[in-house]
Nanobody, 114 residues
Framework: VQLQASGGGLVQAGGSLRLSCAAS????????MGWYRQASGKQRELVAR???????NYADAVKGRFSISRDNAKNTADLQMNSLKPEDTAVYYC?????????WGKGTLVTVSS
């Protein structure tokens, strides 16, 4: 099983980035996909999650600015991030989960300058 995150980078406050997570080696259509982030010196936290049925939930801090989606044909889960703020700076990780099983990809760094 492999999750490959991409799309991170440096952006100015108010800008946008789109992260993508490409999955391989698992039955993608049945797993829930999530994006988490970990800022320096802080714990990893949930950003957004989408179930196998397409139900989404978001952290309060990103509601209205971020949008998670999935493409089961391409085995990808994307995170569209708009109106970025300096406090969104973190390493972003994608996660795949099914019942008690969970796996993580390597993170991608997002830096938002003020």
């Amino acid at each position: 099983v492999q999750l490959q995150a991409s799309g991170g980078g440096l952006v100015q406050a108010g800008g946008s980035l789109r992260l993508s997570c490409a999955a391989s080696g698992l039955a993608f259509s049945i797993v829930d996909m999530g994006w988490y982030r970990q800022a320096s010196g802080k714990q990893r936290e949930l950003v957004a999650r989408i179930t196998s049925d397409g139900i989404t939930n978001y952290a309060d801090a990103v509601k209205g600015r971020f949008s998670i989606s999935r493409d089961n044909a391409k085995n990808t889960a994307d995170l569209q991030m708009n109106s970025l703020k300096p406090e969104d700076t973190a390493v972003y990780y994608c996660n795949a989960g099914f019942r008690t099983y969970a796996t993580w990809g390597k993170g991608t760094l997002v830096t938002v300058s003020s």
